[in-house]
């Protein structure tokens, strides 16, 4: 009697077709696994709001300021990656962010970041905005040219577009800066571009 199987992990019948089976013999019918791809999410995942709010009740208990800390809500699908940036001396950090990750039920899945007391360091002249700016433009990456000949697969390929980063406003804050020859770690002055265009994110 030709019976259905259905792959591992899987709630639902699956239909495929059956082999030939020779007359008087049982057979099995075998359905290929699943195609792999994103993990289903939890019926019990609570809600962005929840999962922030729980977050806040971890973050405030390990002594997170985060009436002040700037608050970012990912989500993982199976879970909600909440991260909290905080101000040391008002400005704003990057880099520093303490992150609490809420699963399904409210499950608190991971908690880790940065909690120590900064202590401040030696005073020194910084430069302006506009050198910043000009040094960021300077330090992207460009595509190679000069001397080279492109490769064979590559030679129907279309021009690059360009992409337009418009600056919108600049901050001084605080980015998170590890010394591997000591054991500390620094929170250098940064100037936090604001953007909007494109890029690796609207803060540069």
Same mark, same amino acid.
């Given at each position: 009697q030709p019976v259905a199987s259905q792959p591992v992990g899987s709630g639902d019948q699956v $239909?495929?077709?059956?082999?030939?089976?020779?007359?008087?013999?049982?057979?099995?019918?075998?359905?290929?696994p699943e195609e792999p791809g994103a993990p289903p999410r939890p019926l019990d995942l609570p809600s962005r709001d929840e999962a922030e709010e729980r977050a806040m009740i971890v973050l405030s208990a390990?002594?997170?300021?985060?009436?002040?800390?700037?608050?970012?809500?990912?989500?993982?699908?199976?879970?909600?990656?909440?991260?909290?940036?905080?101000?040391?001396?008002g400005l704003a950090t990057v880099g520093a962010a303490p992150t609490v990750r809420i699963g399904a039920g409210q499950t608190i899945e991971h908690a880790g970041g940065w909690l120590a007391v900064p202590e401040r360091g030696n005073r020194y002249e910084l430069i302006g905005s506009s050198?910043?700016?000009?040094?960021?433009?300077?330090?992207?990456?460009?595509?190679?040219?000069?001397?080279?000949?492109?490769?064979?697969?590559?030679?129907?390929?279309?021009?690059?577009?360009?992409?337009?980063?418009?600056?919108?406003?600049?901050?001084?804050?605080?980015?998170? $800066?590890?010394?591997?020859?000591?054991?500390?770690?620094?929170?250098?002055?940064?100037?936090?571009?604001?953007?909007?265009?494109?890029?690796?994110?609207?803060?540069?």
């Open positions: $239909v495929c077709d059956m082999p030939e089976c020779p007359p008087g013999t049982a057979c099995v019918q075998v359905c290929p390990a002594g997170v300021d985060v009436a002040v800390a700037s608050v970012r809500v990912d989500d993982l699908t199976t879970a909600w990656l909440v991260s909290a940036d905080p101000e040391v001396g050198e910043a700016l000009r040094r960021l433009v300077d330090g992207q990456p460009r595509p190679l040219s000069g001397g080279r000949e492109p490769a064979v697969r590559c030679l129907d390929c279309p021009e690059p577009q360009p992409v337009v980063v418009t600056v919108t406003g600049v901050r001084l804050g605080l980015e998170l $800066v590890p010394a591997y020859d000591v054991e500390h770690t620094w929170l250098v002055p940064a100037y936090l571009f604001e953007t909007t265009g494109g890029g690796p994110g609207p803060t540069w």
